[in-house]
């Protein structure tokens, strides 16, 4: 997923690499553009929601139902997907925090990842959960959530907002006991009418993202001022009560009077750990934090958020913010240029100890970076054409000879993960596709058990004729043909490609994939856009071919049919960018969705990402294992090991102490 990772997904929580999303991520390799989707969400505690709710182990009183109420579990602190917690109702903190870490200093960086309407490149609204305009990064910062979510496990999410939760034998009622000291930044008091509003709200006339996720959710309702009730469908998605439980809770008396559905710079009233500080549209935003915060002491925020501003850059030119960074106008950077990480390195500051230099593993998901092709475009509509673009584009010449050998080859849309799909289908994955044989047929069978495709390996020399002959054999294959030096169908009409982006960090990628499609008759060129212009057409799906970056969490759902969902297909602003409209993808995803174990949905992925991968939606690109970062020696950080499921700063990084401190 330029100034965003590895390409991720762009939209939540989604970052492309020039070297991940659902949010979006930077690009990795090569720089990346603003849109890597951070799986599902904007912030941390968004995460990629699955799966059922799972409770701890150790219960906390709880009132008796209503008569008419369903019977309930006893109440709990904390859900995930399978039932698993790590932590007990009387943890003090996290683990991976130092709980006695400093308050106080300032964190600034270019943003890594983008959700809903953000943008890598520039914002002129406070408004993140809304399709209008360009959201600022860190907005998430303002809201505080019914829960938030423990980065050293796969999905588990811990009460703030809410001390517990209970939940119907059924899974379709969950009850929500709130914290009666909940306040908003004016002092007035956050209660179980304000949750049932924002999440109306958010369903209704939220983000297309949001509004998708929350599908399954049938009601929220307020019993009294503490208790929120949330109700779902049956068979709802295993993550959608995990995603509502982490999405920003409003001030319904502050939206009453403030339409909520507009583009707007006055910052909004909320309930978070911050408030918006100085900013200049397209320029920077700084969030000061709020030393009166209701919720500061509870288990879940000792020792995070101990910078006093956060603050966030805006670069429209990946080496004007380099240089930025060299000269200290801010202080941390994730770099996803594997030039500038190899070559950028050697200045003053560097070499003096005053910038410090390190990589650190990535046991996430890399998901899906690559340019995705709109199949609404009638030249796509052939898988055959699809892959003889595959043909053109050579990774081993570029890793080497653009990206320094950073880089590994994408090829799966699970990419460093288990649920990648590799070889023949074993065992597992032979049983769930014979329960589902009925409803496929044999060719389709076929395809599943086979290894999974995976793009071609060329000979490194940036233009591999064996696999330029195969590009043209496939184009031959699909109807077309050369013409006066045109490569067109049967019509007469051309087939060309624009490769759209609102950056040029990945021109340089670009340009030898054009000159390859050129040599098959193809007529590409690369477009660059301002990124209004950019996030409007790919809103609308009016584009042939971009790069983005998906990234799946390690728990899979209701995303799933945002990203690849034959209903999302046809909703602008969804992340279905290249117009899957599949059954057997849609079959898949809720098999997917409806796994009832951790081992199950491994499986049911595997065979998803054979399938999709069967469809030749894309060019895969890269990706890395590992984040590289570089900040001035002005911070510090826990001596706990680092949390596996996030990178975690500036959360739970701080200002370092002086000497006398």
Request: aromatic share 12%.
């Amino acid at each position: 997923m330029s100034r965003k990772p590895p390409i991720a997904a762009r939209h939540a929580p989604s970052a492309r690499d020039t070297g991940s999303a659902v949010l979006a991520v930077r690009h990795d390799g090569a720089p990346v553009s603003r849109r890597t989707l951070l799986t599902l969400t904007a912030g941390a505690s968004l995460l990629p929601w699955l799966g059922c709710p799972a409770f701890a182990q150790e219960a906390v009183p709880t009132s008796t139902p209503a008569s008419s109420a369903p019977s309930l579990s006893p109440e709990r602190h904390g859900l995930s997907a399978f039932g698993d917690l790590k932590y007990p109702a009387d943890f003090v903190h996290f683990d991976y925090v130092d709980p006695d870490a400093p308050k106080g200093g300032t964190f600034s960086q270019i943003g890594p990842t983008a959700a809903f309407n953000q943008s890598f490149q520039t914002f002129n609204s406070l408004n993140g959960y809304v399709l209008k305009g360009d959201g600022a990064q860190g907005v998430e910062l303002l809201f505080d959530s019914l829960m938030t979510r423990a980065n050293d496990e796969p999905d588990a999410i811990y009460g703030l907002v809410a001390k517990s939760v209970a939940v119907s034998e059924d899974g379709t009622v969950y009850r929500f006991r709130l914290r009666p000291e909940a306040r908003f930044h004016d002092g007035s008091r956050l209660t179980a009418e304000d949750v049932a509003f924002s999440l109306n709200l958010l369903k209704s006339k939220g983000h297309p993202i949001i509004a998708q996720n929350l599908r399954d959710m049938a009601s929220a309702e307020a019993d009294g001022e503490e208790i929120a009730v949330i109700r779902f469908v049956p068979k709802r998605a295993r993550d959608v009560p995990l995603f509502a439980a982490s999405l920003p809770i409003f001030s319904k008396a502050y939206y009453s009077a403030t339409p909520f559905d507009a583009s707007t710079l006055e910052p909004p009233l909320g309930s978070g750990p911050y408030k918006v500080g100085h900013f200049e549209v397209g320029r920077f935003i700084e969030y000061r934090r709020d030393p009166e915060h209701w919720a500061r002491d509870l288990p879940v925020n000792v020792g995070v958020n101990n910078f006093d501003v956060l603050r966030y850059e805006y670069f429209r030119d990946r080496e004007v913010g380099f240089e930025a960074f060299k000269a200290k106008a801010f202080l941390f950077r994730q770099e996803f240029t594997a030039r500038t990480w190899a070559t950028g390195y050697d200045f003053p500051a560097l070499r003096e100890g005053r910038v410090k230099q390190q990589v650190l593993p990535d046991r996430t998901p890399s998901g899906a970076q690559g340019w995705f092709l709109n199949l609404r475009r009638p030249q796509f509509a052939d898988p055959r054409v699809r892959e003889a673009l595959s043909c053109a584009f050579d990774f081993e010449w570029t890793n080497k000879n653009l990206m320094y050998h950073a880089y590994r080859r994408t090829t799966s849309f699970f990419e460093n993960s288990d649920l990648k799909a590799e070889g023949p289908a074993g065992p597992d994955e032979e049983a769930l596709i014979a329960r589902l044989g009925d409803r496929l047929s044999p060719e389709e069978i076929a395809i599943l058990k086979a290894p999974p495709w995976s793009p071609p390996v060329s000979d490194g020399s940036g233009q591999d004729r064996a696999l330029l002959r195969r590009g043209t054999q496939l184009l031959r294959e699909a109807g077309w043909t050369i013409k006066g030096g045109r490569l067109v169908d049967a019509e007469g009409t051309a087939l060309t490609v624009e490769f759209l982006d609102d950056e040029n960090g990945l021109e340089r990628h670009t340009a030898p994939f054009i000159k390859n499609l050129k040599l098959l008759g193809i007529e590409a060129h690369f477009r660059l856009v301002d990124s209004p212009q950019y996030q409007r057409r790919m809103n609308e799906f009016d584009f042939d071919a971009t790069v983005r970056r998906f990234s799946v969490s390690t728990v899979p759902g209701e995303s799933l049919r945002n990203y690849f969902g034959s209903t999302a297909a046809a909703t602008p602003g969804s992340n279905n960018l290249s117009g899957i409209s599949d059954p057997i993808v849609d079959l898949l995803i809720e098999e997917v969705i409806a796994a009832p174990t951790r081992e199950e949905l491994r499986t049911a992925c595997r065979v998803l990402d054979r399938r999709l991968r069967a469809g030749r939606y894309w060019v895969p690109q890269w990706y890395s294992a590992e984040f590289r970062i570089a900040f001035w020696d002005e911070f510090a950080w826990p001596g706990a090991p680092r949390p596996t499921y996030a990178r975690a700063i500036p959360e739970i990084w701080s200002a370092r102490r002086s000497p006398a401190g």
